[in-house]
């Protein structure tokens, strides 16, 4: 049996997973209806990262993130409003307007577009917390194609013979936009990191909870070791790399969606609960669009 | 004092008063103290602050930016100016956007200091001025000392006045050099020191003037290590052919503090603009389009840049002379407009 407060927590979790999904569902739409101005990433299948590690950080921590972002900025900071009123470009949202999809900053989040270039500003940020003796972390997500980045490397160093708080989370959707992990990547993850004398963890999983409860026991090492450490979340994109899909295969991305990180949780909750959950987040969601066109 | 003391000064004072002043950068702790010095002592006086960096230019660019996001004002050294490149993805796409880009929600204390220049046999890759590629890049100010500046009073403005990343180019050839001071009539050797600070309060314009109250012949801009030729030449052409010559050296590169320029410009309708990097796309093009815009009706000719020629720079002495600017290329210049 599980206990009142696990299941209260799944629903939470549930909540913020659907939040994400339905958010960058409705982008897309918003897209080919000509409402949007630009493009837009959506990490839609790959959202579990984000919810489980966020369910663990404290107010003080730093988080920063990368192109394909609103599910890490969602999960951080629930500001739908804010998320899409930036994307909208309008003057209400956290930049103005000027960062837009891809340039967030909100309450020590904060994104950016170009591959690897903000990581070794987390970990500046991360010593000035060290310098501080805060006891705050920052968490840096990058994906697989960073792997291809030189500076991604020279962080790596700064990192562990600075002995810098950092938790770099890399979600591995086995693909840099068209281009297969198979076609850009040589050697592994583990063998790249461990080189530097960082811990490491690798998992494929979509599923929230034990990602959860994983980075559990992650969070509180970096924090109490003060020490960096990286983790490699092998998931999957189930969306496009931006607006339109590129050549992967039917049959692939069918295999993937069986490991829906939503769907997963889905079953495991009561229908009457999805159903509440579903018309909470629905309901937030019009509300958001509502407000911003009203901006 | 010599340019170089002044900026140790500086830093050894600022670390001294403010505790959120950290020095990054290669080389940079005691015995050795940097390769040109200017950290030396830092690492013994304030040990914990002053670190010494891998050979990582980006990886230590982007780390000093996030502790520039996070309460800290960082200083960090690049060894040789021509390193700057690469740093230039951090500033460009990194450092340069943060303030602006997020809406203004915090500033970014960020100063990158380098050594430009040549004339030292340093070749190719160690002698370049490439501070003009940044002109064009929003967000960041450059400065750049001369010997007629304070140099320590300069980086102290930048550390803690200017508040957006800051290029701090400092001048190899500078380094050893006694800064000028002012005598009791008001002169540097044979000119009139006047500062102009039209467009900026802390950190003015200098103008060199034979005759205080005459206008000149012809105003000359020149920034940086390069000012020590444009003084040499106006002082010669006084002399030889009586030409007299304004010269105006401005601390600030970016933004250009063009008002400071506009006064001297109007009374000789003549300009010469010398700069160490190369004319195209330079420093010069910019000011001249700058001038030009404001008070064409004034210029009795069009403007002339000086500058370093469209190669690498050679590494032999006779040749780098030859490609950077020298002497007479000065006088030349100024001599084909009168």
């Known amino acids: 049996m599980l206990k009142e407060s696990e299941i209260h927590n799944r629903s939470k979790l549930y909540r913020k997973i659907l939040l994400i999904r339905k958010f960058e569902e409705r982008l897309l739409e918003l897209f080919k209806e000509g409402v949007l101005f630009g493009t837009t990433h959506t990490c839609i299948g790959q959202e579990a990262s984000a919810v489980s590690v966020m369910e663990h950080l404290k107010d003080g921590d730093l988080v920063v993130s990368n192109h394909r972002c609103h599910g890490h900025y969602l999960a951080r900071t629930n500001d739908s409003v804010g998320l899409l009123a930036e994307i909208m470009g309008k003057k209400e949202g956290p930049c103005q307007g000027r960062g837009g999809s891809q340039h967030l900053c909100k309450n020590g989040f904060y994104s950016n577009g170009v591959q690897g270039n903000i990581f070794p500003v987390a970990a500046g940020m991360a010593h000035a917390e060290k310098l501080k003796c805060t006891g705050n972390i920052v968490v840096v997500f990058i994906g697989d194609g960073t792997f291809g980045e030189g500076v991604l490397y020279e962080t790596l160093n700064l990192v562990s013979l600075w002995n810098v708080p950092l938790l770099t989370i890399v979600e591995n959707n086995r693909y840099a936009q068209s281009t297969s992990i198979k076609n850009n990547f040589a050697g592994s993850f583990s063998s790249r990191i461990s080189g530097f004398n960082i811990s490491f963890g690798e998992v494929e999983s979509n599923d929230v909870e034990e990602l959860s409860s994983r980075f559990f026991d992650i969070i509180e090492s970096v924090r109490n070791g003060a020490r960096p450490h990286v983790e490699v979340i092998h998931t999957y994109r189930l969306g496009p790399h931006s607006t339109t899909e590129y050549g992967r295969s039917l049959e692939e991305v069918e295999g993937w969606k069986k490991r829906d990180p939503l769907k997963m949780l889905e079953h495991r909750l009561m229908k009457n609960e999805v159903n509440e959950i579903r018309q909470l987040v629905k309901n937030e969601l019009q509300n958001a669009e509502e407000k911003v066109k009203q901006f | ?338």
């Open chain 2, 1 to 338: 004092m010599r340019y170089v003391e002044s900026l140790n000064d500086a830093l050894h004072t600022l670390m001294q008063e403010d505790e959120t002043v950290l020095v990054l950068g290669q080389d940079i702790v005691d015995p050795y103290g940097g390769a040109f010095k200017v950290t030396k002592g830092l690492s013994t006086n304030f040990p914990g602050r002053v670190m010494a960096t891998p050979i990582s230019e980006a990886g230590i660019t982007g780390f000093a930016t996030g502790l520039a996001m996070n309460g800290f004002k960082p200083v960090l050294e690049i060894m040789f100016g021509d390193f700057i490149s690469l740093c230039a993805d951090q500033i460009i796409n990194g450092a340069s956007k943060y303030h602006w880009m997020y809406g203004e929600q915090f500033k970014v204390p960020l100063v990158i200091r380098t050594p430009m220049g040549g004339y030292a046999g340093f070749g190719p890759t160690h002698s370049q001025s490439l501070e003009s590629l940044f002109l064009g890049v929003p967000g960041i100010n450059i400065v750049a000392p001369s010997s007629y500046h304070n140099p320590g009073e300069l980086l102290r403005a930048a550390i803690l006045e200017m508040g957006l990343p800051t290029l701090f180019i400092e001048n190899k050839v500078l380094y050893p050099e006694q800064l000028k001071t002012v005598d009791r009539t008001g002169r540097i050797g044979n000119f009139f020191f006047e500062r102009i600070n039209k467009s900026n309060k802390s950190c003015s314009t200098v103008s060199l003037k034979v005759e205080k109250e005459e206008k000149a012949d012809i105003t000359l801009i020149s920034y940086g290590g390069v000012t020590l030729l444009a003084v040499e030449a106006a002082l010669n052409l006084i002399i030889e052919e009586e030409i007299k010559v304004e010269i105006l050296i401005p601390s600030i590169i970016k933004p250009i503090p063009i008002r400071d320029f506009l006064e001297s410009v109007k009374e000789s309708g003549r300009v010469v603009i010398v700069e160490e990097g190369v004319r195209t796309g330079g420093y010069g093009a910019e000011v001249a389009s700058e001038i030009s815009e404001r008070v064409f009706d004034y210029l009795e000719k069009p403007i002339f840049r000086v500058g370093a020629k469209d190669f690498p720079i050679p590494s032999s002495k006779e040749l780098e002379r030859s490609f950077l600017p020298n002497q007479s290329d000065i006088e030349s210049a100024i001599k084909g407009l009168l």
